[in-house]
């Protein structure tokens, strides 16, 4: 019982902690004059995937990465992204449609698609490395991952900086007078609060999943799997059901392929250069889930260019049949 308390208040402190870092990171964006799509794709995918990082980075601090934690942190997030959350998204095009004035989703072409396939290619790569088990492959595709994610942002950037920005941030919490924009100190110290709400939930998330996985007859790595991306990755995706309502297709569908990329590559990476990579089942179908999950949205985006309500259900079915399957395997 005690356990279970912990685990639920982990989850809503990392929830705030993720809250109080989004907000500060746009107004980092605002002030460096990024662009509107640079903030959604790069900067708020590092909001989104923070949690999960820290999680990880707590885990093998801890020694936890033998008992799935690490793993399961890296490829969950990733899964729901490329299921469940792009399902929610064409389900809120639907639901706004009168607002719309159309119940299609847009994609965007050259905003989203070249996301995807980086994340399909880097997927695949990983798969591979971890069934093959090489410590040499795991390095190099680790430095190779990490080229590709410094490559992906550069461009991200470019282009958004182009294109310009249209919207302003939320007024910062750490600025008392509301007086719009913040000052550069305010900002870090807002950031720098956020990381230690995410920091200190991640510790007790992970101490709370190592004492539960016995009692509940589970794995470590399925409850991380399962639980984690619930509660930190779609509360962080009210940025995409609010542009959607908005008719931002692009710049909600960035908020998710962006975040995707980062956890599919750099995270990747790390993952590989601090563990040894052994893939079990259950995560091998979570990573199996994500890449049919953005090869789908890749063949939306570059062929329609748009999303149907089959798609939607294919992606929703993806992901209650992964979960189900996860939890089947334990």
Request: proline share 4%.
């Amino acid at each position: 019982m005690v356990a279970g308390v912990l685990l639920v208040a982990s989850l809503v402190v990392m929830l705030a902690g993720g809250v109080v870092f989004t907000n500060a990171v746009e107004w980092a964006g605002a002030r460096l004059h990024l662009g509107d799509t640079a903030v959604g794709s790069v900067l708020a995918a590092v909001a989104t995937a923070m949690p999960e990082a820290l999680i990880f980075a707590v885990a093998i601090a801890q020694g936890r990465q033998g008992g799935g934690i690490a793993v399961g942190a890296i490829a969950g997030a990733p899964f729901l992204l490329g299921t469940l959350a792009l399902a929610l998204c064409g389900v809120c095009a639907l639901v706004f449609r009168a607002r719309r004035g159309s119940a299609w989703l847009h994609l965007g072409k050259h905003e989203s698609g070249p996301d995807l396939l980086v994340v399909v290619c880097a997927l695949s790569a990983s798969v591979a490395i971890g069934l093959a088990g090489a410590p040499v492959l795991r390095f190099a595709g680790a430095a190779v991952l990490l080229a590709v994610y410094a490559l992906a942002t550069w461009r991200s950037v470019t282009r958004a900086r182009r294109a310009g920005s249209a919207s302003e941030p939320a007024s910062l919490f750490f600025d008392t007078t509301k007086d719009d924009p913040p000052t550069a100190m305010q900002v870090l110290a807002q950031t720098l609060a956020g990381i230690g709400l995410l920091a200190g939930a991640a510790e007790l998330f992970v101490e709370t999943v190592g004492h539960l996985a016995g009692p509940l007859g589970v794995g470590a790595l399925t409850l991380t799997l399962v639980i984690a991306p619930l509660a930190t990755e779609l509360p962080e995706q009210i940025n995409s059901v609010l542009w959607i309502r908005q008719g931002k297709d692009v710049l909600a569908f960035g908020n998710i392929t962006g975040a995707m990329v980062l956890q599919c590559t750099l995270l990747v990476a790390i993952g590989m250069a601090f563990t040894d990579w052994h893939l079990t089942a259950p995560a091998l179908l979570a990573i199996a889930g994500t890449l049919a999950g953005a090869a789908l949205g890749l063949v939306a985006a570059l062929r329609a260019r748009r999303l149907s309500a089959p798609i939607i259900g294919c992606w929703a079915g993806m992901y209650l049949g992964g979960i189900t399957s996860i939890i089947t395997l334990t």
